[in-house]
C-alpha cells in the first residue's frame, strides 16, 4: 500500500470514525432526555473517550462489501460499540482497573455500582438495536456471543495460575473474549445486506482471524511495545501471571533447568513484578515472540484469503480499507 | 375464595412451578454442556434456589386468558426468570448481600466476579429467548424493561439521602424496580398469544398493578412481618434510610416536632439501626402503615378491573389464579 493509499485509508477512516459518533449521539440523545441525569453523564463519559470504533466499522464496511448501501446499518453497527462499552465498564469493575485510555475508568469516576448498573443498561440497548435492525437471527448471533465472552473470561478465571496452559486454551480464551465478537461484527453486516451464505461465511473468517491477530499483537505489544504508543505500562500480563502466546510457547520449547526457573518465577508474585526483563529475555531466547508474530503473520493472511473471495468492481473501496485495517492490526505498535 | 378453591389455586401453582424449573432446567442443559463448568455450576446454584416463579407463571396465565395453549409459551416465560436472576445476581454484588433465600447469595458463594459475569451471561441469553419466541416486539418491550430497571436503580441511589421524597418519587423508583417488569411478563404472554390490543393493554394493566402492590407489601413487611415467615430481619430499610411508603406518608402527615425527630433520627445512621421501634411507632400514629396497606388495595382493585374485561367462559380456570395471585399479593404474610 503507497503513502497515497495509506492517507485516503486514514482519511476514510476518521469521516467514518466521526459519522459513528454522530449516530451514537443521536441514538442516546433519543434515549438520555427521559434517563437519570447520573446515568446519562456515565454513557457521555464512557463511550466517548476516543475509541476507534473499529467494530460498528467492520460491520458497516462488510455491509458494503456485500454491495448494500443502506445507512441503516449504523444503527446496527453501534451495537457492537454499546456491547463493548458495557464489557469495559464490567471489565473494570472486574479487574478493579482505574485507568482506561489515560483517564480515570468509569469505575474509578463513578463507582463500580454505577459501572455495573451502565453496563448492563448498553448490554440491553445494544440488544434491541440487534432485533431492531438484523432480527432475531441477528440478535441470536449475538446474543451466541455474549455467551461465548463470559464463558471466555470463565475460562480465563480457571486458568488464571495454571502456567502449563496449551496453545489450544489460549486461542479458547482469546476466541471468546476478542475473536468471536470482531467475527461477529462482520457477520452481522453481512446478514443486514443480505449477503449469500458464502458472502457471509466469508466475512465471518476474515473478522475471527483478524480478532485473533488483533488479539495475539496486542499481547504481544504487552511485553514488546513503547509505553509512550501504547499509553499503558509494559509487563501486565506478566505481573498477573497472564499466560499469553509468546510465554506459552517458551513453556514449551524451554530445557528443564529453563522451565523450572520460569514456573518458579510465575508461582511467585512479587518476581513476576521483578523480573520482566529476565523473563523478556528467556522468552527471546526461545524465539517466543517471534513464533507469536508469525502466527499472526498466518491468521491474517487467512483474512486477507477469505476477503479477497469477495472483491468486485464495485467494493473496492470497502476492500481496501478492510485489506489495510488487515495490514495495520499486524504491524501496529500502539 | 373458598377453601377448596384456595388448594385448587395451590396445586395449579405447583405444578406449574415444578413445569417451569423442568424448562428451564432443559434449555440450560441445552447450552450448559458447552459451557465452563464453574459458570454451570452458578447458574444451578443461583437459578434453583426456590424461587416462586411468579414472572415466568405470569406470562404463560397471559397467553392462556388470550386463549392461547401452545407451549412454546414456556420457553418465552423462562426469559423472565433469568432476567430476574440476573437482576439478583448484580443487585447482590451492589449492596453487597451475603445472603439470598436464606443461604449464601452468588456473590458471597462464587464471588463478585462471578455473579457479574453468570449475570451478564443470562441477561444476554433471555433476550435471545425473547427474541426467538416474541420477535422484534417482544424484544423491545423487554428491553425497554431492562433499561427501566437500571433507570430506577439509578434514581434509588440519587433519592439515597433524599428523606424528603414524594410519593411520586416511591412510586417512579418501584415501577423501574419491579412493576414494569411485572407488567411486561404479562404483556409478553399476551404478545406471544397474539392478542386483541384491548386485552394485551389490559394485561399490561394488571401486571404493573400487581407489581406495584407487591413492592408496597414488601416494604410493610420490612416493618410488620414475622422473621421466622419472611426469612428476613425487620427494618432494613430503615436501616440503610431507604424511604418507603409508610415514611414517606408518615414525614407528609407529622407535626413539626415528629417532622423534626424523625429527619434527626433518619440522618444518624447509628440511631436508624437502633430506633426501629420508635419509628415503628411514629409511623403507627399517623396511620403511615394503614396509608400504604389502603393504596395497595385500591391498586389490587385496579389489577382485578382489568382483569374481569378478560373474564370469559372458556379461561375460567387462568382468571381464578390470577384473581387468586392478586388476593395473594395484598395479604401475604411472606
Known amino acids: 500500500m503507497d503513502v497515497r493509499n495509506d492517507m485516503d485509508l486514514k482519511q476514510r477512516l476518521a469521516e467514518e470514525t466521526l459519522k459513528i459518533d454522530r449516530i451514537m449521539r443521536d441514538d442516546l440523545a433519543a434515549i438520555t432526555d427521559t434517563l437519570d441525569p447520573q446515568l446519562a453523564e456515565i454513557l457521555e463519559y464512557g463511550l466517548f473517550a476516543g475509541g476507534k470504533r ?5 460491520t458497516i464496511l462488510a455491509a458494503r462489501m456485500c454491495g448494500n448501501e443502506d445507512n441503516g446499518v449504523y444503527n446496527l ?3 457492537f460499540e454499546y456491547l463493548h462499552g458495557a464489557t469495559l465498564f464490567h471489565d473494570d469493575v472486574i479487574d478493579r482497573a482505574d485507568t482506561r485510555r489515560g ?3 468509569v469505575q474509578k469516576q463513578f463507582g463500580a455500582v454505577a459501572a455495573i ?29 455474549t455467551r461465548s465472552m463470559v464463558d471466555g473470561e470463565f475460562l480465563q478465571l480457571r486458568n488464571a495460575s495454571n502456567f502449563n496452559q496449551s496453545e489450544e486454551d489460549y486461542f479458547l480464551a482469546i476466541s471468546g473474549k476478542t475473536a468471536l465478537l470482531i467475527g461477529a461484527a462482520c457477520e452481522l ?14 466475512l465471518k473468517t476474515y473478522g ?21 504508543l501504547t499509553g499503558k505500562g509494559l509487563g501486565n500480563d506478566l505481573c498477573e501471571g497472564k499466560m499469553t502466546l509468546p ?49 499472526a503473520s498466518d491468521i491474517i493472511n487467512k483474512a ?7 472483491k468486485q468492481q464495485s467494493n473496492q473501496q470497502s476492500f481496501e480499507i478492510l485489506h489495510g485495517l488487515a495490514h495495520y492490526v499486524l504491524n501496529r505498535s500502539n
Chains 1, 2 share one sequence.
Open 208 to 228: 475471527i482471524s483478524l480478532g485473533y491477530a488483533f488479539q495475539i499483537i496486542d499481547d504481544l505489544l504487552d511485553y514488546q511495545g513503547d509505553a509512550q
Open 304 to 310: 486477507l484469503d477469505a476477503l479477497s473471495r469477495l
Open 77 to 79: 453497527a453501534i451495537a
Open 117 to 145: 448498573l451502565a453496563g448492563d443498561f448498553l448490554h440491553a440497548h445494544s440488544m434491541a438495536l440487534v432485533g431492531e435492525f438484523a432480527g432475531v437471527d441477528g440478535l441470536s448471533l449475538f446474543s451466541q456471543v
Open 54 to 58: 473499529v467494530r460498528p466499522l467492520l
Open 103 to 105: 483517564r480515570p475508568s
Open 247 to 295: 510465554l506459552i510457547t517458551t513453556m514449551q520449547r524451554a530445557d528443564a533447568a529453563d522451565k523450572q526457573w520460569l514456573v518458579k518465577t510465575l508461582e511467585n508474585q512479587l518476581q513476576r513484578q521483578q523480573k520482566l526483563s529476565q523473563v523478556t529475555s528467556m522468552i527471546e531466547k526461545y524465539d517466543g515472540f517471534g513464533a507469536a508474530r508469525n502466527k
Open 189 to 202: 453486516g453481512a446478514l443486514f445486506a443480505r449477503a449469500q451464505p458464502g458472502q457471509q461465511s466469508a
